[in-house]
């Protein structure tokens, strides 16, 4: 069967030869395009799963409850649906259409942020983020299999970091809402709106950041068509065919790459815990720790961290474009490692700094790298993983991310605050400890990783040539 071509291509079927099928990628205009509504999408499920980390304190003392329980919400009750739906939304963006997967994903996630702000207690809340979890499994096996097929391999690893845009993009909308919905709550109780009387700050905050990611939705599923799959099949790479439902062909492929994926997968979720840890409680320790409040501590970051941590994703992107021009097939894991290091040295040195116009500064550089993982993780995974299973091994690495980095990242720092470093300022210790253990951890996946990554990407590419 073949599949559908897309406005400037031309149908490509399975027999096609390898000089027919270059010919027929998408036009570059349209394929950035669909980047970009791509971008938005990420953007918008990163806004609404972080922006409660700007809420901490407010749903805290509203539904009495502690920081532990707060970094359940973070990371539990948003990565149980997250990772255990991530493997079946794998297996449908292998074999089924991904647009209308990740549109009714979109809708899904934001129909549940908008619930989070009817919660009337931690098991209301709890429920509402495992929906939004439900929903965002989607973003991940979608996007990177609808990517790696728009753009060639060259060309990939710059669409992945304008992709990953949209997770500091997030981030920024996130600080942002929350701190323009902190002001409008103030101004809608003081002006006695009847419909905002009975509601908290953070409520209003979570109806107005859930509701514009369903206008999101009908634009994708609207203006973006499926592609053609592209790449190195399982029978190319010498791997078993995709039948049924089955893992024995990733467990294959993975298997006869297990350093290569262990590195990849391993180092970048390492190096995310620490970003979670951050993203759950780097507000908390400024309100702690400096006095700020959260609508001053939410404009600053948004205004100045984010477009910084904008660039780095850019810079990730080219940068990984560069080195391989350069015949460095280990571009990837190069990046990773780079981030571990910046987060080891200056994340850690943010979390302790006596003044917040240090912390602030610290945070900034830190900021650059805060996405080079995450852009890593999907161009290698693309880069070394034959097409038919993109969609699992993605899954595969947001059911990791989930399990580990979204769940523990937000927990430990809870845990650390409640029993160990315990008082007000005691999550400065806390989110330190925790950015310092991830870095080193990182490092020592990576490191002797490295070579054997190189290895696979040189082996799928010679594949590729000789398809």
């Not at 129909?111 to 919660?119: F, I, K, Q």
């Not at 109780?189 to 206008?215: C, D, N, R, S, Y």
């Not at 062909?249 to 298997?255: E, G, N, S, Y």
């Not at 080193?440 to 000789?466: C, H, M, T």
Request: overall charge positive; charged content about 10%; some cysteine.
């Amino acid at each position: 069967m073949t599949d559908m071509a897309l406005p400037g291509e031309e149908p490509v079927a399975p027999s096609a030869s390898a000089a027919d099928a270059a010919k027929a990628w998408p036009r570059p205009a349209y394929a950035w395009y669909v980047v970009v509504v791509l971008l938005m999408a990420y953007g918008f499920a990163v806004l609404d799963r972080t922006a409660i980390g700007l809420l901490v304190d407010s749903i805290k003392s509203d539904l009495q409850i502690t920081d532990s329980q707060i970094g359940l919400l973070q990371g539990l009750a948003f990565a149980i649906c997250y990772t255990t739906c991530g493997i079946p939304l794998g297996f449908l963006a292998d074999r089924w259409r991904r647009t209308p997967l990740l549109a009714i994903g979109i809708a899904v996630w934001s129909a549940a942020t908008v619930l989070c702000g009817a919660a009337r207690s931690f098991g209301m809340l709890f429920l509402a983020r495992v929906g939004v979890g439900v929903g965002e499994a989607s973003v991940t096996p979608t996007s990177i299999s609808l990517i790696a097929d728009y753009f060639p391999p060259e060309r990939r690893a710059k669409a992945f970091s304008v992709w990953m845009l949209g997770s500091s993009l997030g981030t920024g909308m996130a600080m942002l809402f929350a701190a323009g919905a902190i002001s409008l709550s103030d101004h809608l109780h003081a002006t006695g709106v009847a419909w905002a009387e009975h509601l908290k700050t953070w409520q209003i905050t979570f109806f107005l950041i859930g509701a514009p990611g369903l206008l999101v939705s009908l634009v994708f599923a609207l203006t973006v068509r499926e592609p053609a799959r592209r790449g190195v099949s399982l029978a190319a790479d010498g791997s078993p065919p995709a039948t049924g439902v089955s893992l024995k062909p990733l467990w294959a492929v993975m298997k006869a790459n297990k350093r290569a994926y262990l590195a990849l997968i391993g180092g970048p979720v390492l190096n995310v815990t620490a970003i979670y840890a951050q993203i759950g409680w780097m507000p908390a320790l400024f309100m702690r720790v400096h006095d700020w409040g959260p609508a001053k501590y939410g404009t600053v970051n948004g205004l100045i961290s984010v477009p910084v941590a904008m660039c780095g994703a850019i810079v990730a992107g080219w940068t990984m474009s560069y080195l391989t021009s350069k015949g460095r097939n280990d571009a990837p894991i190069l990046m990773a490692m780079g981030d571990a290091v910046v987060r080891l040295l200056i994340g850690t040195a943010a979390c302790l700094a006596p003044r917040p116009e240090i912390a602030l500064a610290l945070m900034v550089v830190a900021s650059v790298t805060s996405t080079w993982s995450y852009a890593s993780a999907m161009t290698g995974l693309s880069q070394i993983t034959p097409n038919e299973l993109r969609g699992q091994v993605a899954a595969l690495y947001t059911l990791c991310t989930g399990l580990i980095s979204m769940t523990l990242g937000s927990f430990i720092v809870g845990f650390l605050s409640d029993q160990v470093f315990q008082g007000p300022t005691g999550v400065a210790a806390s989110l330190a400890t925790t950015y310092a253990g991830c870095s080193v951890l990182a490092l020592l996946v990576l490191i002797p990783g490295r070579k054997f990554y190189a290895v696979a990407e040189q082996r799928i590419r010679s594949a590729e040539q000789a398809a």
